[in-house]
């Protein structure tokens, strides 16, 4: 059953919170992988990593029908159609990530890549086949608003990510570090198949059926590989214009934003089925101010209150913990600021989805794509290394948030324009924060505990003054949400 408007605060603070226990244990383990390797392998772990990510899309759209259209086919008293999507996606995702892991066992059997990389490809291989149905069963549990099961598995990830990487890195190496990460996924799989009910059935025609979710999911889908691919081109470019090892040093800058980077992905996660199950018996005017303009201009409040923390914590953290990895505070600290239009990004793809303008918006964000790419290699040219890749990838955050609102203009052309006004708010928070930040860090307190803590204190105190002076203006800027966390913790 969907939860109830009402409801909504709680259920994403608690899918959050375990997703933010899962980022904080998961932080241990991945300050341990820095630690124990050199930059140069690193590197090679942090290519790795982007393996399963592509993979995941290798489905071509099934999973995307799934996660989209079951709680559409609900909202129209179609249950039988909207289940026989479960079984579609799990049987088309099984079938084409195989295709992938084969793929990737034919490149392991090359004698051209070292050992490390070679190992690391047949590793990926497994991965592959196991985030299949764990991706799967995740898209189908969200549809069905199951996030408390999500919640557990999430605890369970970090715990034992934890305890194998504990026990394998040191004594294995590098295989060990891919061993915890097969020995979790498949616990997770095992987890899944047990709790989650979902029983696939053999449809009467599955490749008919895996076509047609291919069909319908993979204008939405292509929308999502667009941006990862806008996302995560910082680290390919890191890896092909700087080297393995630098790709080591920018790997721990993505390694600490992660964190930053979950919070507005786990709100679109339970807001995107929520509205298109809203989609077709609501005002559409009503939508967009629930669903665009309330969520974007508080994420736009909200991140910088999470942004500045941690980019003001980031030189202490990499001197205490990872001391070798120096030349990554500054690339941290500039990707940390771009995750202000990574969030609204977020917040506005959801809509453009919404409103079938995804086939539009995809055609538009490989132009993005080659804005980063060339931005970056003519950074690297001029001697401006790590921390002008990061400024590129913030560039290419903040076109994504430029081109979802264009392609939503015609829409929001529909509201009054004082709502709409309110949106500009946008550039000046991203400005004042960064600003904030780099002020803060010129103050002559030294980079001890102490005057770390004293900068972040200022820094989200003048935050929440903002904020406070803020809400007698703009009338779609909700409270902070503090008494609904302590009635969650109680």
């Known amino acids: 059953m969907e939860p109830r408007r009402a409801d909504f605060s709680t259920t994403l603070a608690r899918y959050l919170s375990s997703k933010i226990t899962r980022q904080l244990i998961g ?10 390797l050199t930059p140069e392998l690193f590197g090679v772990w942090t290519l790795l990593k982007l393996i399963p990510q592509y993979a995941s899309y290798a489905h071509l759209g099934a999973r995307t029908t799934l996660r989209v259209f079951y709680p559409w086919h609900l909202a129209r008293g179609e249950g039988e159609r909207a289940e026989s999507l479960v079984s579609g996606a799990i049987l088309t995702t099984l079938a084409l990530d195989a295709l992938v892991a084969i793929t990737l066992l034919l490149f392991a059997l090359d004698g051209h890549q070292d050992d490390a990389l070679r190992q690391g490809l047949v590793a990926m291989a497994g991965m592959v086949l196991l985030q299949a149905w764990h991706h799967t069963a995740f898209a189908a549990l969200k549809a069905r608003h199951r996030f408390d099961l999500i919640g557990r598995a999430n605890y369970l990830e970090s715990a034992l990510l934890l305890v194998t990487t504990l026990a394998l890195l040191p004594t294995l190496g590098f295989p060990g570090l891919l061993l915890s990460l097969l020995i979790t996924e498949a616990a997770i799989g095992v987890l899944l198949w047990r709790q989650a009910g979902i029983v696939p ?45 630098a790709l080591g040093h920018y790997g721990v800058a993505v390694m600490i934003v992660g964190f930053l980077r979950n919070i507005p992905g786990t709100a679109r996660e339970i807001l995107e089925p929520r509205l298109m199950g809203e989609l077709a018996a609501t005002d559409r005017d009503q939508l967009l101010r629930e669903h665009l303009l309330r969520p974007a201009l508080n ?13 003001l914590a980031t030189p202490l953290a990499i001197d205490w913990l990872l001391p070798r990895y120096q030349e990554a505070v500054v690339p941290t600290q500039i990707l940390a600021c771009g995750i202000h239009f990574l969030a609204l990004a977020l917040v506005l793809r959801s809509l453009v989805v919404a409103f079938e303008r995804q086939r539009h918006a995809a055609l538009l964000v490989p132009l993005v794509l080659v804005c980063e790419g060339l931005s970056a290699w003519l950074v690297v040219r001029l001697g401006w290394g790590l921390p002008g890749i990061a400024a590129t990838s913030v560039l290419g955050f903040a076109l994504l948030f430029m081109l979802f609102r264009h392609t939503l203009r015609p829409q929001l052309d529909r509201l009054d324009r004082r709502e709409r006004r309110q949106l500009d708010w946008i550039w000046p928070l991203f400005a004042l924060n960064g600003a904030l930040i780099w002020t803060l860090s010129l ?16 820094h989200i ?5 903002l904020h406070r002076l803020a809400r007698a203006r703009l009338a779609l800027l909700s409270p902070l949400p503090w008494r609904r966390l302590l009635r969650l913790r109680r």
């Not at 490749?207 to 939405?220: C, N, T």
């Not at 994420?299 to 980019?311: D, E, K, R, T």
């Not at 105190?461 to 003054?465: I, K, N, Q, Y």
């Open 27 to 36: 932080a241990i383990t991945a300050f341990l992988r820095p630690r124990l």
């Open 201 to 245: 059935h053999w449809p009467r025609r599955p490749l008919r059926l895996g076509g047609e979710m291919i069909r319908r999911g993979w204008p939405i889908m292509s929308l999502e590989l667009a941006m990862m691919l806008v996302v995560t081109a910082d680290r390919v470019m890191a890896w092909v214009l700087l080297g393995a090892g």
């Open 299 to 311: 994420a736009a409040f909200l991140m910088p209150l999470l942004i500045g923390p941690v980019a």
């Open 443 to 458: 103050l002559p307190l030294g980079d001890g505990p102490i005057a770390t803590t004293l900068r972040i204190l200022v």
């Open 461 to 465: 105190a003048l935050l929440l003054l």
